[in-house]
């Protein structure tokens, strides 16, 4: 039986005492509205919420209009925290042994939640049936736990999404472990001001992200340092993000598209690609995916003549190139 709660809380206090309540020992389903000051550590202990399925508390801007690549953005004027009224820290007790065992959905965010973005929850397995996680909006600081790529630790998740914090550090080399994130379909990790660095390589080893068809990466409209560096030549191994469908990259790069990105083999099901405002420079490739149907590599430095080989594209359906400097005639069809 779906059992569902919605709760607008301009009171606070008494959510810490909800865990008490034998009656919400058969809840599935809740959705948090309102003035929220602390997320209560007390709701992850003593086995509170047995049949819990979903959290939701991720309030978003009432006012919002579409920033580059699509994504939604606040309206130019309007504060964030006018918007949104979750606030304090997310509880690491809710990784602890025992927390919500049902538990397949969890959506948080705010502009006044806070804190770092707990380690604990990738030390116990307790969280091992979320499918689907999203901390959105947020003032979350710290870096990515790196603990959150251990065997086992999200075994379950399809998606992961962590969008318009204050996350910085660099992409984890952990999080392409051998069993890590298994069945992750969905991976957005966009404006967050990344510390500059590279994309690891190592994501594209030990078959890291099997199953994972959409990734999101960088897109940082914050006016901080983003992910920076060359572009990995190992993310063009045969072997290498084989499901891989929608790859969308920004962030301040150097240095052209890696040769082997387009070798036979790589990305294999790849049919969308968005290089839109990454500053890479150079040509493009001669050769192509032949299964692109829609590729971006707007606003960009790239220069020299277009490649015949984009003509060969049989699936290709959008093309832009826009904002660069390219020169020569359009090669024939």
């Not at 801007?61 to 009224?85: D, V, Y």
């Not at 914090?165 to 404006?191: K, M, N, Q, V, Y």
């Not at 994501?203 to 340092?225: I, T």
Request: glycine share 10%.
């Amino acid at each position: 039986m779906d059992t569902s709660l919605t709760h607008s809380c301009p009171l606070t206090a008494i959510l810490a005492t909800w865990q008490a309540l034998g009656y919400l020992k058969t809840l599935t389903n809740l959705t948090l509205r309102g003035i929220l000051p602390d997320l209560p550590d007390a709701w992850g202990v003593n086995d509170s919420f047995p049949a819990l399925q979903a959290i939701n508390a991720a309030v978003r801007p009432a006012a919002t209009n579409l920033g580059p690549k699509g994504r939604i953005q606040a309206t130019p004027g309007t504060s964030r925290k006018q918007l949104q009224t979750l606030s304090g820290t997310v509880p690491s007790a809710w990784g602890e042994a025992g927390s919500f065992p049902a538990l397949s959905s969890l959506q948080l965010g705010g502009p006044l939640l806070n804190g770092t973005l707990p380690a604990q929850w990738g030390s116990h397995g307790t969280l091992a049936g979320l499918i689907d996680l999203e901390l959105a909006n947020g003032n979350f600081s710290g870096t990515l736990p790196p603990e959150w790529g251990a065997p086992d630790v999200f075994k379950n998740l399809s998606a992961l999404s962590l969008t318009n914090c204050s996350i910085s550090g660099t992409l984890p080399d952990s999080w392409s472990r051998a069993e890590a994130f298994p069945l992750l379909a969905e991976l957005t990790l966009a404006d967050l001001p990344f510390q500059a660095g590279m994309l690891p390589g190592a994501w594209a080893s030990n078959a890291s992200f099997p199953e994972l068809n959409s990734l999101q990466l960088g897109l940082n409209e914050l006016d901080s340092v983003s992910l920076s560096g060359s572009l990995p030549p190992e993310w063009g191994n045969p072997d290498a993000y084989p499901k891989l469908q929608s790859f969308t990259l920004g962030g301040s790069f150097t240095g052209p598209l890696p040769s082997s990105w387009q070798q036979p083999g790589a990305f294999p099901a790849l049919s969308s690609l968005d290089l839109s405002v990454c500053q890479l420079t150079g040509t493009l490739p001669s050769s192509w995916l032949p299964t692109l149907q829609a590729l971006d590599a707007s606003d960009n430095n790239f220069t020299g003549t277009l490649p015949a080989g984009l003509a060969s594209l049989e699936q290709l359906q959008e093309l832009t190139l826009s904002t660069n400097s390219f020169s020569g005639e359009l090669p024939a069809a």
